[in-house]
């Protein structure tokens, strides 16, 4: 798959001059109310040129939608620029328009009052307005809606609004933000193609397209160029130009190729990605001795049992695509479940390859009872957090902890967000494994009931 | 041009012209310009403080005229003034929580205390007119409505889903198409029902204050407020019935001419993606979307207006480069920022130091005195909560539970929440006097006149809330009455509760100022009380007891807020919240 896959394009890219866009060492830092600043993207270059749809592709929260927000100009870097034919990003006056995931659509105004919107804020007169918003209305195939409103449509017809307010300024880069992911599957194919089509038969005077997923397929179908995102903090792991002609053949050898390809880079965050050999190395700007959590997995444990016992009726072993698309999973859906399984000991990544491990076969064939306990011991035995928690509730007179103290200790290390999400995820890991239990109401954990009851009539019997 | 309308709302109302109502918009529109004329001509007159009332049934369309045109002035004052102010704080983070902070105790302060020094102050602002004395009184009502309907659209900015923000700036929009398009839309239904609980306050205190005494001055405006307080004073029993009949019919006809139809047109500012399927009707809206010059001119004119401000904005820098959403805050602050800082502070240390100096003239039987009253007002105002939560969870959760009744009996709770308990103080005043009760339960009656109705309609929003799959889960296991009490309805109803609770406290606290000192026929009833005390005060021109007294009702105001109604509040959204 080498003769598709040219890797490191970023190190033959053309003159800086030719750029639209071009981000050069670019770093983003978030406050955090603790006083820490957690690093999302370590510095980053990154250019977009005219004539390619580029694919930014990544696990969730590595900070895609951060980088987009760099490169519009909506959110400035913390260190390194951005520039615009050039010029510093925040002094241009720029033509692009994004896509929004969640549509972002006014829902007080009609579609076409949406789509004469931007023109509007460009002060275009209101004749000219209302005939250019009709005609990208058309192109988007909602003719006869202009006078609805959003709430009145379908998700893949408020996602054509979406299309036709930010095609309607004609803009020079479109950027799009998971645009597909919120639809249903067959909307989303249909869109992706409408869109394809769009842009090859130049009916917009787009010159580029930047487009955030986490979907590899989708990645892999539209793409001229995929640049693959890595987390903690946000780097890019590979950056190569596709060469497949379109329209391409989901099914075709190559297309697999590359997607599996790209699983393979995607599941092992910790491994240089084998094409790209010349790179040099990433600077890691985090301290590795502070790193003292592992970021848990957000999977529940009933899907990684459900993943194993999967994994096992096909012999224990499977290639990493034809187990998300048997499952229909998304590569987002099925990522932390194997992260999980991994993290526990219970499987392996090999060439792509998901494979149990002997301790995750005992799981897989075991009742729930008898897993519960396996998983136990693995979580305490592999995940410091969990082992933590459960320490602390061990060595308390009263058997319980407040949620802030981990929070507190999780803060150095993750954003806010994602410290709560760590929580939550090991409590139900925890409550799974009967660890300990989380009283909400008091937000502290406590150990589990049966446990506690133990305690109390030992208590008593002193 | 010509648009295909295939799902357009437009044409789901039929568009016929009913030609009385333009007639009708056009004699409105004179009406308002022969309303305006008078008023100037009034306020602008030689000031009579007290201005005589006459007690005939004649007068009365002209004294709740008055009253109307002031409750509209506060009213407008306020929604500007609360917009302006949501506006800076929800976009200086420098100053935001400074804002947030003056927000959170001024809204606790009950407004009436602050009669006599803003009176005396605006007489000596605009002396030799009457206006003078109209803007204390107008001033006092926007005190009381402002706070609420800032807080308002200060959180209704703050919850822009950020996407759209994002998706203001990267289209360019200037301030003014932000505004328009983007905040206001999304923050019109909060402001929509705060407005009401708002103008409810504002009836409260004009009735209250349109007559009063401070030291030896007498104050008199003409109004409903005054008519009813001279008709009571008088004994004239008819004038008075006339009088609170009057009271009655404003508040209901600005619930069905105005509150109906906003609630109903702000239906389309809900940002829900789905529509739903309960909706508010309005007769009213209904009929002046059909008339047809009210349904385009304003749009026309609005255009007219607007064209030429997206035409000039469209050139300005603002509109030509993105500006991102997180500037950074380190950013130097510019020298008038300072400025205007150091002078904030300057006036505040002043004005401290001065308010230190009067209150040392305060006597240490003063303060037992305002000690005792504010134990006295403090054990009133949880009883009148106490009483009525004690009737209105099983009435509200009755009616709630019956989704016809519930459908009649919530408007009318939410009109009598609007009716002025002040208006009905007099009757219970002169019933007082003949049964020769005190005012002790006097006040706490006049507090749950105001409050009760808040509580009883939010229980009832509570007990429809309940999701009815739940009920009947609790119906399939034969729960007990004590069960489905204690597992189902408490907790459903729970965070409405609080809700009502909350507003109904901070208007039992405004009452107590009224409620305590009552002159009726030339004789004082009063009771022990911090509102007593404030009354008194102000009765006397004692300044300094008045200062003391509302600091320490405000004082109990925010600690019972920050340690009892916050903490239920968060424990009514994360334990006791219901997902249906
Ligand atoms: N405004 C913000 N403040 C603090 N942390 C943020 C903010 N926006 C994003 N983050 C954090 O930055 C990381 C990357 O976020 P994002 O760019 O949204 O990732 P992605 O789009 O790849 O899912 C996440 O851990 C997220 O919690
Ligand atoms: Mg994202």
Redesign the interface.
Request: proline share 6%; net charge negative.
């Given at each position: 798959m080498q003769e598709m896959a040219i890797p490191n394009a970023t190190l033959e890219a053309p003159p800086a001059a030719d750029a639209i866009i071009r981000a050069q060492k670019v770093e983003k830092y978030y406050a955090q109310p603790s006083q820490n600043r957690i690093q999302v993207i370590s510095a980053t270059d990154l250019s977009i040129v005219p004539g390619e749809i580029l694919a930014l592709l990544g696990p969730s929260g590595s900070g895609k939608s951060t980088m987009l927000r760099m490169l519009t100009g909506l959110s400035t870097p913390t260190a390194g620029e951005v520039y615009w034919h050039g010029t510093p990003i925040s002094q241009a006056e720029i033509n692009v328009s994004i896509v929004f995931q969640s549509f972002a659509l006014f829902p007080w105004l009609t579609v076409l009052e949406n789509v004469e919107a931007p023109l509007q804020a460009r002060g275009v007169p209101p004749a000219e307005r209302r005939e250019r918003s009709m005609k990208m209305i058309d192109v988007v195939g909602l003719d006869g809606f202009e006078a609805a409103y959003p709430k009145e449509l379908s998700g893949g017809m408020r996602q054509r609004v979406g299309f036709a307010r930010a095609l309607v300024v004609e803009p020079e880069v479109l950027f799009m933000d998971e645009p597909f992911s919120a639809l249903d599957v067959l909307t989303a194919e249909n869109l992706r193609s409408e869109l394809l089509e769009l842009w090859t038969k130049k009916t917009m005077p787009t010159k580029a397209v930047f487009l955030v997923t986490h979907n590899i397929e989708e990645a892999v179908l539209l793409a001229d160029r995929i640049v693959v995102l890595g987390r903690n903090p946000g780097h890019i792991r590979t950056d190569f130009a596709l060469q497949l002609p379109q329209p391409r053949d989901r099914k075709s050898e190559a297309f697999t190729h590359l997607v599996d390809y790209i699983y393979k880079v995607l599941t092992q965050p910790d491994v240089a990605p084998a094409e790209a050999p010349g790179q040099p190395a990433e600077p890691r700007t985090r301290d590795q001795r502070q790193m003292r959590y592992q970021m848990l997995p957000h999977a529940r444990p009933g899907g990684i049992a459900g993943m194993l016992e999967l994994l096992l009726d096909r012999g224990g072993r499977d290639d990493m695509y034809r187990l998300a698309d048997d499952l229909a999973f998304e590569i987002d859906d099925l990522l932390p479940i194997v992260d999980a399984a991994q993290m526990l000991g219970f499987l392996k990544i090999e060439e792509g390859d998901a494979a149990i491990t002997p301790s995750g076969e005992v799981f897989a064939n075991s009742e729930i009872l008898r897993q519960k306990e396996l998983f136990r011991n693995a979580a305490v035995e592999n995940v410091l957090l969990l082992r933590q928690i459960r320490r602390a509730l061990d060595a308390k007179s009263d058997h319980t902890v407040p949620e802030d103290f981990f929070l507190d200790m999780l803060d150095e290390q993750f954003s806010e967000e994602e410290s709560q999400r760590q929580l939550e995820t090991a409590v139900t890991w925890g409550r799974y494994a009967e660890l300990f239990d989380f009283d909400s109401a008091r937000r502290r954990f406590v150990m589990p009931d049966a446990l506690e009851e133990e305690i109390a009539s030992t208590g008593d019997a002193k | 041009?010509n648009?295909?309308?295939?799902?357009?709302?437009?044409l789901v109302i039929v568009r016929k012209t009913p030609f009385f109502v333009d007639l009708g918009v056009a004699a409105c529109a004179l009406a308002l310009f022969f309303a305006v004329v008078s008023t100037g001509v009034y306020w602008f007159q030689k000031p009579i403080p007290v201005v005589p009332i006459s007690n005939s049934i004649g007068a009365l369309p002209a004294y709740a005229f008055y009253s109307l045109v002031r409750m509209a002035v506060a009213y407008f004052l306020s929604l500007a003034f609360a917009v302006s102010y949501g506006y800076i704080a929800a976009y200086n983070s420098r100053v935001e929580p400074w804002m947030i902070a003056v927000l959170d105790i001024l809204q606790s302060i009950p407004v009436l205390s602050f009669l006599p020094p803003v009176v005396l102050a605006m007489v000596a602002l605009v002396p030799g007119h009457q206006l003078g004395i109209e803007m204390a009184v107008i001033f006092l009502i926007f005190t009381g409505q402002v706070w609420n309907l800032a807080f308002s659209f200060y959180s209704s900015l703050k919850t822009i889903?950020r996407?759209?923000l994002?998706?203001s700036?990267?289209?360019?929009?200037?301030g003014w198409?932000r505004f328009w398009?983007?905040e206001m839309?999304f923050s019109a239904i909060g402001l929509v029902w705060n407005s009401i609980v708002s103008v409810a306050g504002g009836w409260f205190a004009l009735i209250f204050c349109e007559t009063f005494t401070m030291g030896a001055r007498n104050f008199q405006l003409p109004g409903l407020g005054s008519y009813i307080q001279s008709a009571t004073n008088s004994g004239d029993v008819h004038a008075l019935l006339a009088g609170i009949a009057a009271v009655i019919l404003i508040v209901v006809a600005t619930d069905q001419l105005v509150w109906r139809p906003l609630i109903a047109w702000s239906d389309?500012?809900?940002?829900?993606?789905?529509?739903s399927s309960e909706q508010v009707t309005s007769p009213i809206l209904e009929l002046l979307r059909r008339s047809r010059i009210l349904d385009t001119l304003p749009g026309r004119i609005w255009?007219q207006v607007e064209?030429p401000v997206?035409?000039?904005?469209?050139?300005t820098r603002e509109?030509?480069?993105?500006?991102?959403?997180?500037?950074?805050k380190s950013a130097k602050a510019p020298p008038a920022f300072w400025a205007v800082a150091v002078a904030i502070v300057l006036t505040v240390g002043w004005a401290a130091m001065q308010a230190m100096f009067m209150l040392s003239t305060i006597t240490w039987p003063d303060l037992r005195l305002l000690l005792e009253g504010a134990a006295a007002t403090f054990l009133r105002v949880n009883a009148s909560l106490l009483i009525s939560a004690a009737w209105t969870v099983p009435a509200g959760v009755a009616i709630g539970l019956n989704p016809p009744l519930a459908r009649i009996v919530q408007p009318l709770a939410q009109i009598m929440a609007s009716v002025p308990a002040t208006a009905f103080f007099p009757i219970l005043l002169i019933g007082l006097v003949k049964i020769g009760g005190g005012l002790g339960i006097g006040s706490v009656a006049l507090m749950l006149l105001g409050t009760q109705w808040y509580i009883l309609f939010n229980v009832i929003a509570g007990a429809m809330a309940i999701p009815s799959d739940l009920r009947e889960v609790s119906s399939l296991y034969r729960f007990t009455r004590w069960q489905r009490w204690t597992r189902l309805i408490l907790p459903g109803i729970f965070p409405y509760l609080i809700t009502g609770m909350v507003t109904a406290s901070g208007g039992a606290w405004n009452a107590s100022v009224m409620a305590e000192y009552s002159h009726v026929k030339d004789r004082t009833l009063q009771t022990i009380g911090l509102g007593a005390q404030i009354d008194a005060a102000t009765d006397h021109g004692r300044f300094a007891m008045l200062l003391l007294a509302t600091i320490m009702i405000s004082l109990m105001v925010v600690t019972m807020n920050r340690l009892v109604w916050r903490r239920l509040y968060r424990?009514a959204e994360?334990?006791f919240k219901l997902e249906g």
């Amino acid at each position: 798959m080498q003769e598709m896959a040219i890797p490191n394009a970023t190190l033959e890219a053309p003159p800086a001059a030719d750029a639209i866009i071009r981000a050069q060492k670019v770093e983003k830092y978030y406050a955090q109310p603790s006083q820490n600043r957690i690093q999302v993207i370590s510095a980053t270059d990154l250019s977009i040129v005219p004539g390619e749809i580029l694919a930014l592709l990544g696990p969730s929260g590595s900070g895609k939608s951060t980088m987009l927000r760099m490169l519009t100009g909506l959110s400035t870097p913390t260190a390194g620029e951005v520039y615009w034919h050039g010029t510093p990003i925040s002094q241009a006056e720029i033509n692009v328009s994004i896509v929004f995931q969640s549509f972002a659509l006014f829902p007080w105004l009609t579609v076409l009052e949406n789509v004469e919107a931007p023109l509007q804020a460009r002060g275009v007169p209101p004749a000219e307005r209302r005939e250019r918003s009709m005609k990208m209305i058309d192109v988007v195939g909602l003719d006869g809606f202009e006078a609805a409103y959003p709430k009145e449509l379908s998700g893949g017809m408020r996602q054509r609004v979406g299309f036709a307010r930010a095609l309607v300024v004609e803009p020079e880069v479109l950027f799009m933000d998971e645009p597909f992911s919120a639809l249903d599957v067959l909307t989303a194919e249909n869109l992706r193609s409408e869109l394809l089509e769009l842009w090859t038969k130049k009916t917009m005077p787009t010159k580029a397209v930047f487009l955030v997923t986490h979907n590899i397929e989708e990645a892999v179908l539209l793409a001229d160029r995929i640049v693959v995102l890595g987390r903690n903090p946000g780097h890019i792991r590979t950056d190569f130009a596709l060469q497949l002609p379109q329209p391409r053949d989901r099914k075709s050898e190559a297309f697999t190729h590359l997607v599996d390809y790209i699983y393979k880079v995607l599941t092992q965050p910790d491994v240089a990605p084998a094409e790209a050999p010349g790179q040099p190395a990433e600077p890691r700007t985090r301290d590795q001795r502070q790193m003292r959590y592992q970021m848990l997995p957000h999977a529940r444990p009933g899907g990684i049992a459900g993943m194993l016992e999967l994994l096992l009726d096909r012999g224990g072993r499977d290639d990493m695509y034809r187990l998300a698309d048997d499952l229909a999973f998304e590569i987002d859906d099925l990522l932390p479940i194997v992260d999980a399984a991994q993290m526990l000991g219970f499987l392996k990544i090999e060439e792509g390859d998901a494979a149990i491990t002997p301790s995750g076969e005992v799981f897989a064939n075991s009742e729930i009872l008898r897993q519960k306990e396996l998983f136990r011991n693995a979580a305490v035995e592999n995940v410091l957090l969990l082992r933590q928690i459960r320490r602390a509730l061990d060595a308390k007179s009263d058997h319980t902890v407040p949620e802030d103290f981990f929070l507190d200790m999780l803060d150095e290390q993750f954003s806010e967000e994602e410290s709560q999400r760590q929580l939550e995820t090991a409590v139900t890991w925890g409550r799974y494994a009967e660890l300990f239990d989380f009283d909400s109401a008091r937000r502290r954990f406590v150990m589990p009931d049966a446990l506690e009851e133990e305690i109390a009539s030992t208590g008593d019997a002193k | 041009m010509n648009l295909p309308h295939p799902l357009a709302r437009s044409l789901v109302i039929v568009r016929k012209t009913p030609f009385f109502v333009d007639l009708g918009v056009a004699a409105c529109a004179l009406a308002l310009f022969f309303a305006v004329v008078s008023t100037g001509v009034y306020w602008f007159q030689k000031p009579i403080p007290v201005v005589p009332i006459s007690n005939s049934i004649g007068a009365l369309p002209a004294y709740a005229f008055y009253s109307l045109v002031r409750m509209a002035v506060a009213y407008f004052l306020s929604l500007a003034f609360a917009v302006s102010y949501g506006y800076i704080a929800a976009y200086n983070s420098r100053v935001e929580p400074w804002m947030i902070a003056v927000l959170d105790i001024l809204q606790s302060i009950p407004v009436l205390s602050f009669l006599p020094p803003v009176v005396l102050a605006m007489v000596a602002l605009v002396p030799g007119h009457q206006l003078g004395i109209e803007m204390a009184v107008i001033f006092l009502i926007f005190t009381g409505q402002v706070w609420n309907l800032a807080f308002s659209f200060y959180s209704s900015l703050k919850t822009i889903p950020r996407e759209m923000l994002e998706a203001s700036r990267i289209f360019r929009y200037s301030g003014w198409q932000r505004f328009w398009q983007l905040e206001m839309p999304f923050s019109a239904i909060g402001l929509v029902w705060n407005s009401i609980v708002s103008v409810a306050g504002g009836w409260f205190a004009l009735i209250f204050c349109e007559t009063f005494t401070m030291g030896a001055r007498n104050f008199q405006l003409p109004g409903l407020g005054s008519y009813i307080q001279s008709a009571t004073n008088s004994g004239d029993v008819h004038a008075l019935l006339a009088g609170i009949a009057a009271v009655i019919l404003i508040v209901v006809a600005t619930d069905q001419l105005v509150w109906r139809p906003l609630i109903a047109w702000s239906d389309k500012f809900k940002f829900e993606q789905v529509e739903s399927s309960e909706q508010v009707t309005s007769p009213i809206l209904e009929l002046l979307r059909r008339s047809r010059i009210l349904d385009t001119l304003p749009g026309r004119i609005w255009n007219q207006v607007e064209e030429p401000v997206y035409q000039h904005m469209a050139r300005t820098r603002e509109c030509r480069v993105v500006r991102p959403l997180d500037e950074s805050k380190s950013a130097k602050a510019p020298p008038a920022f300072w400025a205007v800082a150091v002078a904030i502070v300057l006036t505040v240390g002043w004005a401290a130091m001065q308010a230190m100096f009067m209150l040392s003239t305060i006597t240490w039987p003063d303060l037992r005195l305002l000690l005792e009253g504010a134990a006295a007002t403090f054990l009133r105002v949880n009883a009148s909560l106490l009483i009525s939560a004690a009737w209105t969870v099983p009435a509200g959760v009755a009616i709630g539970l019956n989704p016809p009744l519930a459908r009649i009996v919530q408007p009318l709770a939410q009109i009598m929440a609007s009716v002025p308990a002040t208006a009905f103080f007099p009757i219970l005043l002169i019933g007082l006097v003949k049964i020769g009760g005190g005012l002790g339960i006097g006040s706490v009656a006049l507090m749950l006149l105001g409050t009760q109705w808040y509580i009883l309609f939010n229980v009832i929003a509570g007990a429809m809330a309940i999701p009815s799959d739940l009920r009947e889960v609790s119906s399939l296991y034969r729960f007990t009455r004590w069960q489905r009490w204690t597992r189902l309805i408490l907790p459903g109803i729970f965070p409405y509760l609080i809700t009502g609770m909350v507003t109904a406290s901070g208007g039992a606290w405004n009452a107590s100022v009224m409620a305590e000192y009552s002159h009726v026929k030339d004789r004082t009833l009063q009771t022990i009380g911090l509102g007593a005390q404030i009354d008194a005060a102000t009765d006397h021109g004692r300044f300094a007891m008045l200062l003391l007294a509302t600091i320490m009702i405000s004082l109990m105001v925010v600690t019972m807020n920050r340690l009892v109604w916050r903490r239920l509040y968060r424990l009514a959204e994360t334990r006791f919240k219901l997902e249906g």
